[in-house]
T-cell receptor, first 119, second 119 residues
Framework: SAVISQKPSRDICQRGTSLTIQCQVDSQVTMMFWYRQQPGQSLTLIATANQGSEATYESGFVIDKFPISRPNLTFSTLTVSNMSPEDSSIYLC????????????????FGEGSRLTVL | AQKITQTQPGMFVQEKEAVTLDCTYD???????LFWYKQPSSGEMIFLIYQGSYDQQNATEGRYSLNFQKARKSANLVISASQLGDSAMYFC????????????????FGKGTKLSVKP
């Protein structure tokens, strides 16, 4: 299993500021996924981050608002830019279990999430 | 159309009894995986159980079992002998595309069911 560490675990931010969330994995993975979970809602994929290439964003999410870095195979950052109260959410980093093995089931491991509150 | 439908926003169950959480899905891809995750109030996402579209038998993991009815496109989670610690949000999710050697699709989540276990 993969161990995923996210920082910060929670933060309270002012409107108009930006915050960068870090995700560290204890093993090398090709794909890392960033999800958002708004209060009382389900998880929505923001983007998929591959090492060495631009992140692939889902409909409704843009790079200017959610820039992502993926400098190596164990680390990624997600920045939430120019925050508004609507960005108050839990942001979760995840990686695929068993990548590269023949028995990959597609299960994702999740970090503990970063709970952001924007005032 | 929604890919994953969980029709029960909330459920109550008496401690030590069994409970079934409903999940129906929609896909035209013959190869897919179905997952259940538990999210306690702390926010982390905990993987519970997995069912592959080609699996002949229903998946079981301890007190969790998945009632997979492929023709009806349903993948209900059954929790036996409920415990107080089972109180949490439960999310059904699906991943489409071939999963041997690497999944292709996004993990799509349902809206979740909040389970409350009564003492």
């Amino acid at each position: 299993s993969a161990v995923i560490s996210q920082k910060p675990s929670r933060d309270i931010c002012q409107r108009g500021t930006s915050l960068t969330i870090q995700c560290q994995v204890d093993s090398q993975v090709t794909m890392m996924f960033w999800y958002r979970q708004q209060p009382g809602q389900s998880l929505t994929l923001i983007a998929t981050a591959n090492q060495g290439s631009e992140a692939t964003y889902e409909s409704g999410f843009v790079i200017d608002k959610f820039p992502i870095s993926r400098p190596n195979l164990t680390f990624s950052t997600l920045t939430v830019s120019n925050m508004s109260p609507e960005d108050s959410s839990i942001y979760l980093c995840s990686v695929e279990k068993g990548y590269g093995s023949g028995a990959n089931t597609g299960e994702l491991f999740f970090g503990e999430g970063s709970r952001l509150t924007v005032l | 159309a929604q890919k994953i439908t969980q029709t029960q926003p909330g459920m109550f169950v008496q401690e030590k009894e069994a409970v079934t959480l409903d999940c129906t899905y929609d896909t035209s891809d013959p190869s897919y995986g179905l997952f259940w995750y538990k999210q306690p109030s702390s926010g982390e996402m905990i993987f519970l159980i997995y069912q592959g579209s080609y699996d002949q038998q229903n998946a079981t993991e301890g007190r969790y079992s998945l009632n997979f009815q492929k023709a009806r496109k349903s993948a209900n989670l059954v929790i036996s002998a409920s415990q107080l610690g089972d109180s949490a949000m439960y999310f059904c999710a699906m991943r489409e595309g071939t999963y041997f050697g690497g999944s292709q699709g996004n993990l799509i989540f349902g809206k979740g069911t909040k389970l409350s276990v009564k003492p």
